[in-house]
């Protein structure tokens, strides 16, 4: 990292030990509402006000929350550094050694721990919390617990300074962060500006986004939590009426362009750009969201019309699309059918080719549902 080259950005340099951290400046910038950002602007409110009619289709929020949450998680994931996939994530409780990916273990419990995170942050702030600072600290928490990065004080507010770049060496740093000495007052002031009205609430959003990364509060996990941040915010601000934003399928598919955007603003003060960036990711995500919702109730639509008469198998088709891989005493805790009923429906299912056994087992059987999969996956 080169300090000449933030001179003309919006934040100031301040060593830590001789290293040049980066101490963002206080939001909001002087942005210009250019014609492209007003574009972007509505067509990712149009977008996310069209994710939200799923929500009106559904008598069982679980159909859709589930794949959804399990798709960023597994996207957010690999945007660290891992190979998760989303079967890996939904194959993580009901096998204990199922066949994956190259995925690690310990990867998948990194991708398992954002699931429960994401989860538990929605849960508070339905109970009327507020993001705070606890808030924040408590979901940092429950991302790094035994994984990557809980030898470093998870939920605690960092004290030493973070190297971003290729083996966090200062002499490759990318970017260092903001001193420690101010990350505290940082966040603080940026949780206040989160509960004042400044720019329209999907710009205040993109903007704090830039803001949590560059402080970059924590030692590890910054990148997880400030994408789950975004989607808590939008349910905040009442743009999103759940999970159902993967956001991180788009900074994963364009991750050069999104590290770059951000330091682009910390070195040469390029809001307009960000903005336009973040708010194109936040509209594009949210139709690719709304079809892949509207893909899976029509799939279920076809199901339960193919099975008509049939209640018990019915009941097992609805849970496949929370669980799209089966097992037989969970498929009977879930739709309260006797162990007979959901045998017979699993035999019919895989007579007519719905889901397939993967495991080759006698005991312990476990099925997929390739169709389900094959939407949920799509990345």
């Known amino acids: 990292m080169k300090p000449a080259e933030f001179e003309d950005g919006p934040g100031q340099i301040e060593p830590y030990n001789g290293l040049p951290c980066y101490n963002p400046t206080s939001l909001p910038p002087e942005l210009e509402f250019t014609e492209a950002i007003l574009e972007a602007h509505g067509d990712a409110l149009y977008a996310l006000g069209q994710l939200s009619t799923l929500h009106d289709h559904i008598e069982n929020e679980n159909l859709l929350l589930a794949p959804f949450v399990v798709r960023e998680a597994a996207m957010s994931s690999q945007i660290e550094g891992t190979s998760v ?42 109970q009327g919390e507020n993001i705070d600072r606890d808030l924040l600290c408590e979901l940092h928490e429950s991302l790094l617990l035994d994984v990557r990065g809980e030898d470093k004080r998870p939920g605690n507010i960092r004290d030493t300074p973070v190297i971003i770049g290729p083996n966090q060496n200062p002499e490759d740093a990318q970017f260092i962060p903001a001193h420690p000495a101010h990350v505290p007052m940082l966040l603080d002031q940026l949780i206040a500006y989160n509960r004042m009205e400044n720019y329209p609430p999907l710009i205040d959003i993109v903007l704090s986004h830039y803001q949590f990364e560059t402080i970059h509060p924590f030692r590890d996990g910054n990148g997880r939590l400030g994408r789950l941040l975004i989607m808590l915010q939008l349910y905040d601000a009442g743009l999103l009426d759940e999970p159902y934003l993967y956001l991180s399928a788009y900074f994963n598919r364009n991750r050069s362009e999104y590290f770059e955007e951000l330091l682009s603003v910390s070195r040469d003060g390029t809001w307009e750009e960000w903005v336009l960036f973040a708010l194109t990711a936040i509209g594009e995500q949210a139709r690719d ?79 997929r549902a390739p169709e389900i999969l094959t939407i949920v996956e799509t990345p």
Do not use: W
């Open 289 to 367: 969201a709304y079809e892949c919702g509207q893909e899976l109730l029509e799939l279920r639509a076809r199901y339960l019309e193919q099975y008509d008469g049939y209640p018990a198998v019915r009941d097992v088709v609805t849970h496949l699309f929370e669980e799209p891989y089966l097992q037989a005493n969970r498929a009977q805790e879930a739709t309260g059918r006797s162990m007979k009923a959901v045998y017979n429906a699993i035999d019919m299912l895989s007579e007519d080719g719905i889901i397939d056994e993967i495991t080759g087992k006698e005991r312990g059987k476990v099925y």
């Open 85 to 126: 996939t989303v079967s890996d994530i939904i194959l993580h409780e009901p096998d204990e050694d199922p066949e994956r990916s190259a995925a690690s273990e310990r990867d998948i419990r990194e991708a398992y721990n954002y699931v429960e995170a994401i989860q538990m942050g929605f849960d508070r702030l339905e």
